[in-house]
């Protein structure tokens, strides 16, 4: 069975700017609450292997993304940082194929990625991606071959990545910020 679905799914993330004793309501009105919005795409591929989630904040950065690839995705991985913490995810996936990685500069950020799922063997899995920032397209990594998808941040950021996978990447989504 495949699937990508059309809806995403979004939760709002609220910040307290105000953190002076001396508070002035007008700034207060303005500033207490300021709210972003962060969005699940997908996912878009097969509905075997585990599942992986980076569960990303609205102020997550992608910095860099490894791929191994040849007919098919076999794997990625991401390192991102959040207030505190910067690390690298497990490698979703097997550890097949050539591996590429990525950098992003310090002021850019993902705005798509878009991909082709297709069987490979008996499995359905994600077999090609190109990932689309603010500045650059990165790919395609893998075979274009089969249903194509998109993921688009539709005027925001994508911000992290959620996946199945086993022995190939099997599907994946995005998470994005507004």
């Given amino acids: 069975m495949a699937y990508c679905p059309k809806f995403f799914n979004c939760w709002k993330v609220f910040y307290d700017w105000s953190t002076s004793l001396i508070r002035n309501p007008k ?3 303005l500033n207490a609450k300021k709210q972003s ?5 997908g996912p878009c591929g097969g509905t075997g292997g585990g599942v992986k ?6 102020k997550t950065s992608i910095l860099k993304v490894a791929v191994r690839h040849g007919e098919v995705i076999d ?4 390192l991102y940082k959040t207030e505190g913490f910067q690390g690298w995810t497990d490698w979703w996936g097997g550890d097949g194929g050539q591996s590429y990685e990525l950098n992003l500069e310090e002021d850019e950020y993902f705005t798509s990625i878009r991909g082709h799922y297709g069987y490979m063997r008996r499995y359905l899995v994600v077999k090609s991606l190109t990932f689309v920032s603010n500045k650059a397209t990165y790919g395609p990594y893998g075979k274009e ?3 194509p998808f998109t993921l688009h941040a539709q005027g925001g950021k994508i911000v992290g990545f959620f996946a199945r996978c086993g022995q190939y990447l099997d599907a994946i989504g995005v998470y994005t910020a507004y």
């Fill in 27 to 29: 700034d207060e009105a």
């Fill in 145 to 147: 071959d089969g249903t």
């Fill in 53 to 58: 989630d980076m569960v990303p904040d609205s």
């Fill in 75 to 78: 794997g990625i991985r991401i």
């Fill in 37 to 41: 919005v962060v969005c699940s795409i």
